[in-house]
């Protein structure tokens, strides 16, 4: 599996969206506030527009997918080349915490994101492909 998937998705969006978008509108919002907060907090760490999104353990993923996608799939993964860059960021830092009407707020969190480490809701951005070995 090669990265960039959720990047092509972020990066395919309209430039109008029609209303009932909302969602979409903030993924390319958090989205775009996140990558500025990389060039300037974590400048070599992998970008969310050209990563794989994975967990530390399989507790880690089992919680994710309860709490944020109750319809995916869980898979035990390995680094396709182990010297792919890593980064370990607290994804509640970020998801449904980035308003669109509260910048200086919002950059104090991203900054906390790339500067901070796992904290309470793990996950790591990998700059690399990954080899699915099995379903977890």
Not at 73 to 81: I, P, R, W
Request: net charge positive; hydrophobic share 40%.
């Amino acid at each position: 599996m090669h990265p960039g998937n959720w990047g092509v998705k972020i990066a395919a969006t309209p430039n109008a969206l029609p209303p009932g978008n909302e969602v979409l509108f903030f993924n390319v919002y958090r989205e775009t506030m996140l990558e500025l907060g990389r060039k300037t907090y974590a400048p070599n760490a992998p970008s969310r527009m050209n990563c794989i999104f994975c967990c530390k353990s399989e507790q880690d993923a089992a919680y994710y997918r309860s709490k944020y996608a109750p319809n995916t799939k869980v898979y035990a993964v390995e680094l396709v080349d182990k010297s792919s860059p890593i980064h370990t960021a607290d994804f509640e830092m970020v998801v449904g915490a980035l308003a669109p009407t509260a910048y200086a707020s919002n950059m104090l969190k991203v900054e906390r994101y790339w500067t901070a480490g796992g904290g309470t809701s793990p996950e790591l951005l990998v700059g690399g492909a990954i080899r699915i070995m099995r379903e977890a």
